[in-house]
């Protein structure tokens, strides 16, 4: 029963970081509809900054934190500016591999500065976080992600409902001529998404090298579990990454702790084929309206 | 005796089959025909066994690009699993020839026809699911492959592998690199020749509807499941093939190289070449693996060299880089690929010295 | 005839993909507050012309290459689209394309990018009252709204974003007669009440005279004859060719066709 429980409370947490890291995903995706293959390496990118930052340089860490999330940003404006604008127009395929020749340049870059090594932050969250229920005990880490979750998603729901900026995006997303035909700054949104999913990314980042250390293998690799967790959820519904996040952080948990850990990495992708056979467009993604 | 026929400087096409003819001109076949010659009765004799080995990785690559070229480029379904269906028949024909004994060229059709068969499963989400979706359920394809070749010890062997017995055809050895170039050039010409002519064909069509507009196509009376069905069979087939001779080519396969690093280049291939161009992944595929071996030596030698041995390790992931700069030039540059380089450098000539 | 002219094209040409000439040498005046239709058969350049207006020839790959547009005296050809609509020109694309995913309201709202997204009630009130139908559908998803529906959210973004000269891309496209007649009238009242200078590019010829003002009839990319509405429903080549009312009463056979197209080339 002990077990269960511990696999529940870690499938949980690890599932609210996947949702946490898809946020940025749908973040793109809803925006320029572009399929972002170099997530991963963006999260490592953010959890590297903050590594120099907080390790090398020995800057105070809410110092570190908002100057991560700034060189984040830029660093999203940059991408979109150099790489993706001279592909707008261009077939889906061609944005789907220029992400991905993104993601072998970072990764290759990353490794050539850091190499393959683990590396962990000095520990700055307070003991106080953590919550102990008898033999179940949850670290400050997973605590902190959660909050940090809760909070990024609140603010993500906002703002694609209810601020300006987010309609833009969304529309844009639908038909970019139209957008244009009504004065929406369409360049600027795309740099704009991408910049705000840099940040959301280097947050997530963060969070998983404070849970796990820093290593350029592993972060890039969270980027290719985003896959299931957004599709699960609908591609372009923030709840959805969510839950998506949490169904498959449980099921890879429950898989690796009952059955065997291979298993577990695989699972995920097994249950994602049968739903997307059922619900086409996931659990909660929008129905695609096409009229000849 | 026909007239041979040279390229008019206009459309002058009064029929259909003149639209859809291979070559424009006599003077194209009578090229195709002496360039096959040359290279089949020349590069084996000059080239050492270090560039047969490039050489034949290149074709055997061109077979396996021009497959997904025709589910990418002209059905439009984009697939992240390529090199899984790759390794499905790399699998099938090593399973094939060691416990079943079959012979060389029966166990790589068989293994065309099995990967055919588990690429057309794994294409079977593709009757409710399009674009991203679609990539994705092709994704999840590639792990869960990946990880049967790895785990499904009692068949594949798991990560130890199999070797594989020598090749022989018509009793004849050919592993060697030599007498395998001879295999491999006769089959990706042989590949080539029937993608081409399935294009023009009414499946061809059939698939190029599909890609341009599913609905339409369906609204025409194109029964869109089958085709897309039979294009994710036809593009694994062609990987399954390239897996099987790749297999009895290095003769000890693990399940290690079908990664989604490997799909991964396949896809560069095809769009460096140039979506929906048969000569284009071929260009694709010389290209990829050119750089890739490049890249590679030269990082050797950098580890070689004395010089740099302190920080030896750390350049190797530089490979991985250069290899993501070489994608994103391409696509940024020249989106249409290589294809489109080689037309207009052939237009150029032949309209010298004036323009147009 | 024309009162203070608003915009100004000046003899300009338009060019896709750096080859293909759409535009050879139109010139208009739009005067202030007034409707002017623009007539033509398919692929005489009408749509261009707008699009040179308002910027959007780049996603196509076009631009102007000779010739100048002129918006109170400011030269606005190749402008990006984000300074036209904010100088307020506002084209309502063919085909209406809607967000499909986002509801009537948020449609609405994207049309005041424009103004840099300041909006209020009284805007969608505006939009609500000339529109009525949409008042009814606010909440659900724009991908489902009918043809007219579409029509109006269409016109109704654009006005969002208070426009001072409205370009509207063959509004009547596959509408119901009815339903053309009644778009048709609150275009009117629009151009009456908030006094907008509206351009409409039309198929249906005899709709569009009896609203504008002033017409230009294309052909061709080229302006081949123009003049207050009134006049051009009583010329006899309009009749004849774009209304469908023979001078003679009888059907007009292709030799007719051929004559007119030969008398045109005068014009």
């Known amino acids: ?69 700034l060189g984040c940003f830029a660093l999203g404006f940059i991408i979109e500016r150099l790489f993706l604008r001279p592909l707008i127009g261009e077939a889906l395929i061609q944005v789907i591999m220029l992400t991905v020749g993104l993601a072998a340049m970072f990764k290759g870059l990353m490794l050539f500065i850091f190499g393959g090594n683990f590396f962990k932050y000095p520990s700055f969250l307070p003991a106080a976080l953590s919550v102990t229920w008898g033999m179940i005990n949850v670290p400050s880490a997973y605590v902190a992600s959660f909050i940090i979750g809760l909070f990024f998603l609140g603010l993500f729901g906002f703002f694609f409902k209810y601020s300006s900026q987010g309609i833009y995006m969304r529309a844009v997303a639908d038909h970019q001529t139209a957008a244009l035909s009504l004065g929406v700054h369409v360049r600027r949104v795309f740099a704009l998404s991408w910049a705000i999913a840099a940040v959301v990314c280097a947050v997530s980042g963060i969070v998983l090298g404070i849970m796990h250390g820093v290593n350029v293998h592993e972060l890039s690799s969270i980027g290719l579990k985003v896959f299931p967790v957004v599709i699960l959820g609908g591609l372009d519904s923030i709840g959805g990454a969510i839950v998506g996040g949490i169904i498959i952080g449980l099921l890879e948990t429950f898989t690796g702790g009952y059955i065997s850990g291979s298993l577990g990495e695989v699972i995920p992708y097994i249950i994602l084929v049968f739903i997307l056979l059922i619900k086409p467009y996931g659990l909660f993604g929008s129905v695609e309206i096409e009229r000849v | 005796m026909r007239k041979l026929k040279f390229r008019p400087c206009g459309n002058f096409k009064e029929r259909y089959e003149q639209d859809i003819a291979i070559f424009e001109t006599d003077f194209g076949r009578v090229w195709v025909w002496v360039g096959l010659v040359l290279l089949l009765s020349s590069v084996p004799f000059i080239a050492g066994s270090y560039t047969l080995y490039i050489i034949n990785s290149i074709g055997i690559a061109a077979i396996a690009a021009i497959g997904l070229n025709i589910l990418i480029g002209y059905t439009g379904q984009i697939s992240l699993g390529h090199a899984a269906f790759f390794g499905v028949g790399a699998y099938a024909a090593a399973i094939l020839a060691t416990k079943m004994g079959f012979p060389f060229w029966l166990s790589v059709l068989a293994a065309g026809g099995i990967a055919a068969l588990v690429g057309m499963i794994f294409g079977i989400p593709s009757v409710r699911l399009k674009h991203l979706y679609l990539c994705i359920a092709t994704l999840a394809g590639q792990f869960i492959i990946e990880y049967v070749l790895m785990n499904w010890e009692g068949l594949t062997n798991g990560p130890a592998g199999i070797i594989l017995p020598r090749a022989t055809l018509f009793g004849l050895d050919i592993s060697g690199d030599q007498s395998f170039f001879w295999v491999v050039f006769v089959c990706l010409a042989l590949m080539c020749w029937m993608a081409v002519n399935l294009i023009r064909s009414r499946y061809g069509r059939a698939f190029i509807a599909i890609r341009d507009n599913d609905l339409a196509a369906e609204g025409m009376g194109i029964p869109i499941f089958r085709y897309k069905l039979l294009s994710f069979g036809i593009s694994s087939f062609y990987a399954g093939f390239a897996g099987g001779l790749w297999a009895y080519y290095t003769t000890s396969i693990t399940p290690e190289p079908f990664t989604i690093f490997l799909s991964i280049q396949y896809i560069a291939m095809i769009i460096i070449g140039g979506l929906a161009s048969i000569p284009g992944s071929v260009f694709g595929a010389i290209f990829i693996i050119i750089l890739n071996e490049t890249l590679s030596r030269i990082t050797e030698y950098i580890m070689n060299t004395g010089i740099l041995s302190g920080i030896a390790l750390t350049v190797a992931p530089l490979r991985e880089f250069v290899f993501g700069l070489a994608i994103v030039l391409f696509l940024i540059f020249e989106p249409r690929g290589l294809a489109e380089v080689w037309r207009v450098v052939r237009s150029s000539f032949r309209l010298w010295p004036f323009s147009y | 005839m024309k009162k203070d002219i608003l915009l100004q094209i000046n003899n300009i040409s338009v060019v896709y993909s750096d080859v293909i000439q759409i535009l050879k040498g139109v010139s208009l005046a739009i005067g202030e507050k007034q409707i002017v239709s623009l007539l033509g058969s398919n692929g005489a350049g009408k749509t261009t012309t707008l699009r040179a207006i308002s910027g959007l020839l780049k996603p196509e790959n076009g631009a102007v290459t000779e010739g100048t547009i002129e918006y109170e005296g400011r030269s606005i050809q190749n402008a990006p689209p984000e300074t036209i609509t904010r100088l307020g020109i506002i084209q309502v694309l063919e085909g209406r394309p809607p967000f499909e995913h986002l509801t009537v309201e948020e449609n609405l709202r994207v049309g005041t990018a424009a103004r840099s997204g300041r909006f209020s009630k009284q805007d969608l009130d505006l939009v609500y009252h000339y529109f009525p139908p949409l008042l009814a559908r606010k909440r659900s998803l724009a991908g489902y709204c009918s043809g007219g529906e579409l029509q109006m959210l269409a016109i109704g973004r654009a006005l969002m974003a208070k426009p001072r000269l409205l370009l509207l891309d063959e509004p009547s496209l596959g509408l119901a007669p009815l339903l053309v007649k009644e778009i048709f009238e609150i275009v009117g009242r629009i151009n009456k009440e908030q006094g907008t200078t509206i351009v409409v590019v039309e198929q249906n010829a005899s709709m569009a005279l009896q609203l504008a003002h002033y017409g230009y009839v294309m052909e061709n990319g080229k302006i081949v004859m123009e003049g207050a509405a009134s006049e051009l429903r009583e010329n006899p080549d309009v009749k004849e060719f774009y209304l469908g009312i023979a001078s003679s009463g009888t059907l007009k056979t292709y030799k007719d066709v051929k004559a007119y197209k030969r008398r045109k080339r005068w014009l």
């Open chain 1, 1 to 69: 029963m002990e077990f269960f429980v511990q696999l529940l409370v870690n499938g949980l947490s690890i599932g609210f970081l996947y949702a946490l890291s898809a946020l940025g995903f749908v973040m793109i995706f809803k925006s320029s509809s572009v399929l972002n293959f170099a997530h991963g390496e963006l999260l490592a990118i953010g959890a590297f900054f903050f590594l120099i930052l907080a390790a090398s340089a020995k800057v105070p860490i809410v110092l570190c934190f908002a100057l991560t999330l």
